[in-house]
């Protein structure tokens, strides 16, 4: 790691620290030069505003969960439904932990939400390109009708949104997003599986078709 990379990590760890205790808006560039025994005017030098702190603090946090994420998607030996559950269920707990734990940093999502609507775009492109290679897994294992494997991907996505920074969208405990989480998915799943595995997946929840 060269020097300046090292010291673009120390500024980012200094301002995670602040951020968690006193909140965004409370934390000013000087103080976090300050915490890195830096000049204020020798932290521009690396970032050109808070925003841009904020943002790359975001996207350190993403490319790790991103990575972890992709890794579900990559088990070959589980079936394609259980990765899509798995990587879903993940994300939600692991952000609403993450928020729990450090409730200031909600601020963080809320300020990126507002004056860098792309960033969250970006994210969102990088984890379909996953989530598209599972629904092709899926089609090719039987599992999944074929389709438009991509613009499923995006839609699943767009039904799941509330769940990806949940203390954003609502005030419901972890337990509540749970079972909510499941509801969308089941229904999700449902309109994709094949007849076959539609009829298994009834079958293994105790649902009985009537005839």
Not at 96 to 124: G, S, T, W
Request: charged content about 30%; proline content about 3%; glycine content about 4%.
């Amino acid at each position: 790691m060269d020097e300046k990379t090292a010291t673009r990590d120390r500024i980012l760890e200094a301002a995670m620290n602040r951020i968690k205790h006193y909140g965004y808006g409370k934390t000013t560039m000087a103080e976090i030069a300050a915490d890195c025994d830096m000049s204020p005017g020798n932290i521009y030098r690396f970032f050109e505003a808070k925003i841009d702190i904020a943002e790359a603090m975001a996207r350190k946090h993403y490319a790790e969960e991103q990575a972890e994420l992709a890794a579900i998607a990559r088990k070959k030996d589980w079936p394609a439904d259980k990765r899509l559950r798995e990587i879903f269920f993940k994300r939600l707990r692991d952000s609403y932990c993450l928020l729990e734990d450090n409730a200031k940093i909600i601020e963080v999502a809320e300020v990126l939400h507002r004056e860098r609507p792309m960033f969250a775009n970006e994210q969102l492109a990088l984890e379909r390109v996953f989530l598209t290679a599972v629904l092709e897994d899926g089609e090719k294992a039987g599992l999944f009708q074929p389709g438009d494997h991509m613009l499923t991907a995006e839609m699943m996505q767009t039904a799941t949104m509330k769940f990806g920074v949940p203390q954003l969208f609502s005030k419901l405990t972890l337990p509540k997003l749970e079972r909510e989480l499941e509801g969308v998915l089941t229904l999700l799943l449902n309109g994709l599986y094949t007849d076959r595995a539609r009829a298994a997946a009834a079958e293994k929840a105790g649902v009985t078709s009537a005839t």
